[in-house]
């Protein structure tokens, strides 16, 4: 049996930070997957950062998103350095664009208060708003412009994550799933194999109920909400700024030439699919958002899980104990994963290796 101080059971974004964060403090770690990394909800993502477009109110989640997104410059550069993978981190900006009269009347309300605390924004009309980007097909309400928002290429920076990860140290065990936990508190994966770690991180995304039901543990409660995205070439100009309109969607240029356009919200259980109904929807979102749009070839699609909480607010913190062995969650970033995996990797790391959680925690 090999010993760990550190599994972490989950290579989406959040299980391949916390692992790099793990290794980078010398820590014996592994991560483990019962597929690759990257296969679930983190390799489907656009990977917005975007707390205040994507933030109703202030709170304890808004100053974690804004303290998540000035960690990710760090984060970036830590995981292209141990890996060689470049996350394709841009911070070019957000424009939030309302959709109409009432929309325009809460994003004023939320720039009010977004302002008050410190967030660098301002409202553009329409005229601002195409001068900021001209890719935008129109914005006759006006926008909220966040300057310092963007995005992160998610596959690339799982990818990177992962990589960094090995070599500093960690133990890559892809194809690994937990099939129960040892009498002594380490972990049984399907196939014989056992593994012993002082401490477990649960960070399996929508599955992470399952992982803990599977070990013996109470199974937070986290349900799957399928999201879907479609990815189109030949748009002719690509914005350079995130496009982002609430609840109808977003547009981002992704590598390559390619626009993405996002995201659905479903409760469709455990299947994993594109459907016809979702791309007619997203196609919409990019005729509405890009100029140019209408005439680009839809080159594909992706989709896949969110973990949510009832509250839709993320679980982290510890979940339990198996013998010797603690038990922690980093589950439940519902639509945020993304954003969160700094301030996710930095918590976990210390709460996993000190015992503590950081300061504002």
């Known amino acids: 049996m090999t010993a760990y101080d550190v599994a972490v059971v989950g290579a989406g974004i959040a299980g391949c930070a916390v692992a790099m964060a793990c290794a980078q403090r010398a820590a014996r770690v592994a991560l483990l997957d ?31 998103a ?41 994003l004023e309300r939320r720039l009010a208060w977004q302002q008050a605390a410190g967030v660098a924004v301002e409202w553009l009309d329409e005229t601002a708003v195409l001068a900021t980007e001209p890719a935008c097909a129109a914005a006759p309400w006006g926008a909220a412009w966040y300057p310092g928002e963007g995005h992160v290429d998610s596959p690339a920076s799982v990818r990177a994550l992962a990589t960094g990860a090995e070599r500093l140290g960690a133990t890559l065990l892809a194809g690994a799933e937990v099939a129960g936990a040892t009498p002594g508190g380490g972990l049984r994966l399907a196939g ?38 479609i990815v189109l070439k030949g748009v002719g100009r690509l914005p350079d700024r995130v496009l982002y309109a609430g609840r109808l969607g977003y547009a981002v240029a992704g590598r390559d030439g390619f626009l ?3 995201a659905t919200e479903e409760d469709a259980g455990y299947e994993v699919a594109v459907t016809a ?85």
Do not use: K, Y
């Open 260 to 262: 993405l356009v996002g």
């Open 66 to 106: 804004r303290a998540s997104l000035a960690l990710w410059p760090e984060l970036a550069a830590a995981a292209t350095e141990a890996s060689g993978i470049d996350c394709g981190l841009s911070i070019d900006g957000l424009l939030r664009l309302a959709q109409d009269a009432a929309e325009v009347a809460a």
């Open 277 to 361: 109904a979702a791309t007619e929807e997203l196609l919409t979102t990019a005729r509405t958002l890009v100029t140019g749009a209408a005439a680009a070839i839809l080159h594909g699609a992706r989709v896949g899980l969110r973990p949510a909480a009832p509250d839709r607010l993320p679980l982290l913190g510890e979940l339990g104990n198996l013998g010797d062995t603690r038990v922690l969650i980093a589950s439940g970033h519902h639509r945020n994963g993304v954003l969160l995996a700094p301030v996710t990797a930095t918590g976990m790391a210390g709460l996993a290796l000190e015992g503590t959680l950081p300061a504002g925690w």
């Open 192 to 229: 014989g194999a056992h593994l012993e770690a002082a401490v477990v991180v649960i960070a399996a995304g929508a599955w992470s109920g399952s992982v803990a039901a599977t070990m013996g543990l109470p199974a937070p409660p986290l349900r799957p909400l399928r999201g879907q995205l």
């Open 34 to 64: 019962r597929g690759q990394p990257g296969a679930g909800a983190s390799g489907a993502a656009a990977g917005l950062l975007a707390p205040g477009g994507e933030t109703d109110q202030p709170g304890a989640f808004f100053d974690a």
